[in-house]
């Protein structure tokens, strides 16, 4: 089926097409002939794509972004090689764990690096409140603690505001 | 048979939808989303998958859209059940090879489904019959909308909602239209048209997606970019500039075909009708094929319309998953063939002989 007809490293008309199946999936590359020499592509037998994008990952960050050992994931212990090896992300939070990585494959990916779609102004409203709540929850507690109960009352009092918000609205 | 009443009941692609149209055979739009602070399915523990899918599964269950729905689990689905599912676009093949702990909701016209534990927590799709991205999307962003009532999703205002998959990130939305382009398969045009969506950001497939061939001149264009455009955009884009660009040029190449070929066209569509309504075995390739001729000669008038919802249905029902589940056994694939031509032969044969007059 159709081949993309610009070189996905320069973006010039692009004459090599190669697709090998990685992990079960098959993947495709499309490149001028500049960059399919530069890049060993001319030789069929030793080639490999998996390393192709290995490498034109590590090209744009930097060989120790991808194999310093202090990127992982917190929050799910995705590494940037798992994420290599299965072309998906752990969980929301490698987004920003492996943001250096991410950012300049979102430019040739698609036609903007920011979202200017749809935004769940709801969700994002009960999601902020819910935390205010928790944060407010832990300096009241601070506050009992030190016995400072001028702030414990105020911090109370914002707490009842907060809560009377985060009611769901009656339908 | 847990998918039964599915296929017995009225939907939307086989018959309760709107009829159909020339070149447009259904519209689609899916969204993908996920739940914040869990793991994508792919990387998620068994048991964090199975708290997904019951969380999920809730949220959906108190959609108005999707009342008397069918939950389906993908464990309690037989191999042959999973692929009439696909076979009706009502799940992904990836969905349908899913480990465990994944699950689907399809509404009660069959035109939502909700998909949970594919590559993402959710991806929800809506499908029409004919053309109509407008009505698609209000509807599914209605069902978004509630969604996020009730589910927190993974959402960064930088990035928008974010997927286990880069290339689906910001909208998360693929919004694609089935057409049917006999006239320029017939002219060899299609590898021109493929290469200019391609360079507009748009993808062609085959009927079943990714690496699927273009058995009965169906293709699937699809936007490939989802971050750095507004759905609106997005949908607006994909209409104007490849779609409707798409169909003008399906139209000039049948016009051109009946001009200048129109013994070489007849022929073509008086055989398909012939094999159809006279052969004995016939692959489901094959098949579609024939039908897709039809189809076009219902287009061009040598058939008369009402025949239409038929071969639309009939495109469906002849993939080997169908044929297999109407027989109620697996068979083999050269009883399927006769299956199939026996099939045929009975719905083809009730369509009166063609007129070619003008």
Redo the contacts between chains.
Sequence with gaps: ??????CDICGKLATVHLTQIINNQ?QKVDLCEECAQQKGVTDPEGFSLADFMAKNIQSTVGPEAVQGPALVCP??G?TPR?FKR????????C?EAFETL?TP??KS????????????H???H??GLRKAINRLKDQLANAVEQEKYEDAARFRDELDQLKSQSEPPAR | MTIKPLLDANAELTSGGAPGEPIVMSSRIRLAR?L?????P??AKKTQRREILSACEKAVAQLPQMQNGTVLRLDDLSELERQVLVERHLISRELSQAEDASGVIISRDQSCSIMINE?DHLRIQVLRTGRGFEDIWSII?AI??KL??LL???????????T????N???G?RASVMLHLPGLVMTSDM?KV??A???M?M????LFG??S??TGSLFQISNQ???????Q??IKRLEREAIGSIIEQEKNARARLLETKPDKVHDKIGRAYGILQNGHLLSSAEAMNHLSLLRLGIDCGFIDEQWRVVVDRLLIELQPGHIQLAAHEPIESDMRDTARARLLREEIGRIPPLSFEP
């Design positions: 089926m159709g081949e993309s007809l610009v098959i929050s799910c995705c798992d299965n072309g998906r992300l752990g969980c929301p939070d987004y991410i494959m979102l990916m698609h036609r903007g690096d920011h979202h200017t779609g749809k935004i769940p709801e969700m994002l009960r999601v | 996920n914040d602070g869990r793991s994508f792919g990387w590559e962003d978004d909308n996020e009532a927190d999703f993974a959402f960064s205002e930088d990035l928008g909602y974010l286990a998959c880069p290339t990130l910001g909208t939305m590898e493929i290469r969506v391609n360079q950001g993808v062609v497939r085959g990714e690496g061939d273009a970019q989802t971050l750095g455009e507004s759905e955009e997005i």
